[in-house]
Nanobody, 122 residues
């Protein structure tokens, strides 16, 4: 499965962007769908994740502003970002993880998109 992220850009503080992640294969079998981000000079951090059970988690700094959603029929994952702040500036990556029992052993496959730049000006 290949992931292609898009939707980044330059936006003023308080604005909105919607990031999209297109998967080349089915996302229905993925156990976790997530968005990460990496700001200059900082480590990559998990922004939002959604498990196959439907549970969605966000880091505290984006709660109430960002929403992760998925469209299995289109094999798409989205990150709606509202009330953007300069500290949200980063490269955003989509991520998918599939875990399955194969021959009695747990096999874990992880997929990454190429990243899309989000820049929020003050």
């Amino acid at each position: 499965v290949q992931l292609q992220a898009s939707g980044g850009g330059l936006v003023q503080a308080g604005g909105s962007l919607r990031l999209s992640c297109a998967a080349s294969g089915s996302i229905a079998s993925m156990n976790v769908l997530a968005w990460y981000r990496q700001a200059p000079g900082k480590q990559r951090e998990l922004v939002a994740s959604r498990s196959s059970s439907g549970s969605t988690r966000y880091i505290d700094s984006v709660k109430g502003r960002f929403t992760l959603s998925r469209d299995n029929a289109k094999n798409m994952v989205y990150l709606q970002m509202n009330s953007l702040k300069p500290e949200d500036t980063a490269v955003y990556y989509c991520n998918a993880v599939r875990s399955a029992l194969v021959g009695g052993s747990l096999r874990r496959d992880e997929y990454w998109g190429q990243g899309t730049q989000v820049t929020v000006s003050s």
